[in-house]
């Protein structure tokens, strides 16, 4: 009997996953039997933007934490695919900070060339995992959640791609169960307007707390204040963003800080980060992590060490993104095909152990950047994905970096140049500032914005 290989989650990584066999496939060798299971109605994880929050409609958990005007907070060039370039989507140059359709219509674009979906079954849910000694095999609980039916499968190997950026890390503060405002998770953010004339306090100090912030300036929020438990964002903040030590408590409307800063505010959003979660997998093979460029118990961060059959995708935090989880879907594609072995118990462990000492000496970002960029190359050059100018993307990202730290405000009107095929990204035609239309339509638009948008805005 051949090989099952069951993919939960179509997400990018998911769809990385189906794009390798595919790969695979079209240079005429056998694939085995490939099955995809998505809890929502489509594909594209978290670009695949749902204007829901808490639970989907068939009561599910909720998975995408995007939001509305979410705009690329990475140069695109950054996470172009190798095998199909944004050229190649797009038939005119576009800027290097696309919005989030504009992405997904190139996610889209390159998996519609295949067949893929007809690997997938949507509306259905992973529930439970275990592993049956005596067939050497996973058999996987699922529900489908239109029919609303239970049924189960067995696979030889089973791939995990089902994202870590979906269940809340929700602190809790002394007095906040009596504070008189909105409270909410970053997951739950849906865009700026609620907030538009309000005084809000973001808690967290990461991505989601500089891009929420940014975006509620933008779009008309009295102001907004940032508290940070480590380190501050750092950043030269406009007048109205203003960042504070940690929260001590709150009492009635009022948010009291370590420095004794006392304020009051109209929401609080939490951007505090993410679980990574596994309700569907039994306690011995479920990843134990927090967000980290390396996390413990996967050989190349991507095969289970506890259980070789079973493999994770898209598990560490991201400066990377959609070329690495390619990266790690041709190599678990050949690992499964049997074109690469797996070492000894001990060499499997020294491997892990010698990324994750590297992880620990990075103390800056550059440092991260190029902790992620050693660990695609060491991938890709295991496998036939097409190998990439990785040195100049770690360049980008530390222009990047920078960027941000100088304009907070303006990084978004950068542009770069392609390493995949050397193309020039142009000059979006307004300001990131000044665009409030982020359609699909509008980006691809010529026209320059007119005056009448300009001074709906309060930039600068
Ligand atoms: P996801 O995209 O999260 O997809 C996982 C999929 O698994 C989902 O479709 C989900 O429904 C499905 N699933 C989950 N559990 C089950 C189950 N039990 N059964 C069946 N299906 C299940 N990256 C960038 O490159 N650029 C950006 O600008 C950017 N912005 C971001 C903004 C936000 C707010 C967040 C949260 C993330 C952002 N990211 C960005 C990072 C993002 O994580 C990746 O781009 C990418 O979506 C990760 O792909 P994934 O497939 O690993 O996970
Ligand atoms: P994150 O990077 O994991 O950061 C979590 C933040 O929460 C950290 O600042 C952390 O502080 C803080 N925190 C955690 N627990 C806390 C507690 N108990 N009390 C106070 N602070 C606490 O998560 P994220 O910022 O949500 O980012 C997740 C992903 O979303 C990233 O990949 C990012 O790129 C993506 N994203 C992208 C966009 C965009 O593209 N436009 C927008 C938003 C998010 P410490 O430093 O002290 O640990
Ligand atoms: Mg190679």
């Known amino acids: 009997m051949g090989l099952k290989v069951g993919i939960i989650g179509a997400g990018p990584s998911g769809l990385a996953m189906l794009r390798a066999f595919e790969s695979k496939e079209k240079k005429g060798n056998k694939i085995p039997e490939i099955k995809c299971f998505e809890k929502q109605d489509n594909w594209g994880g978290m670009w695949n933007y749902t204007w829901r ?20 907070n990475g140069p695109k060039e950054c996470l172009e695919f190798a095998d199909y370039t944004f050229s190649e989507h797009f038939d005119q140059t576009i800027s290097s900070y696309p919005p989030r359709e504009v992405l997904f219509d190139y996610i889209q674009g390159r998996i519609k060339q295949s067949n893929a979906r007809k690997y997938i079954q949507f509306n259905t849910v992973a529930r439970w995992v275990d592993y049956v000694e005596e067939k050497k095999q996973f058999r996987v609980v699922f529900d489908d959640l239109k029919k609303n039916e239970t049924f189960e499968e067995f696979f030889d190997y089973l791939v995990v791609g089902t994202g870590h950026f979906s269940t809340p890390n929700m602190p809790y503060f002394k007095g906040i169960e009596n504070y008189t405002g909105n409270v909410m998770h970053a997951h739950d953010f849906r865009g700026a307007d609620p907030f538009i004339d309000q005084d809000i306090l973001l808690i967290g100090s990461s991505y989601s707390a500089e891009d929420i912030a940014v975006q509620c300036y933008k779009h008309g929020t009295k102001s907004v204040t940032i508290s940070y438990r480590t380190n501050p964002i750092d950043c030269k903040w406009p007048q109205g963003i203003e960042e504070l030590p940690m929260v001590t408590h709150f009492e009635d409307k009022k948010a009291f800080f370590k420095d004794g800063t006392v304020k009051e505010f109209d929401s609080v959003i939490m951007c505090t980060g993410y679980q990574h979660k596994f309700p569907f997998l039994p306690d011995n093979l479920r990843l134990k992590t927090k967000n980290c460029l390396y996390p413990e118990g996967m050989y190349k961060g991507v095969i289970s060490d506890v259980n070789a059959q079973l493999l994770f995708l898209g598990m560490q935090d991201q400066y990377y993104t959609f070329n690495m989880f390619d990266a790690q879907a041709w190599f678990a594609r050949d690992y499964i095909l049997g074109r690469i072995n797996l070492p000894s118990k001990e060499a499997i462990q020294t491997d892990i152990q010698k990324w ?5 000496k990075c103390i800056s970002a550059d440092d991260h950047v190029d902790f992620q960029t050693n660990y695609i190359k060491d991938l890709i050059e295991l496998t036939d994905y097409p190998m990439f100018d990785l040195d100049k993307v770690a360049e980008m990202f530390k222009v990047w970096l920078k960027d941000k730290e100088q304009n907070i405000l303006t990084y978004r009107d950068k542009t770069f140049t392609s390493v995949m095929d050397q193309t020039k990204a142009e000059k979006h035609h307004t300001p990131w500032m000044k665009e409030l239309d982020d359609s699909l339509e509008r980006y691809l638009d010529e026209d320059p914005i007119d005056e009448k948008e300009l001074e709906k805005t309060n930039y600068y």
């Open 53 to 72: 929050t808490g639970v989907g409609k068939y009561g599910e958990p909720l998975h995408g934490s995007m939001y509305k005007y979410l705009w690329s």
């Open 356 to 360: 994750m000492e590297d992880e620990s």
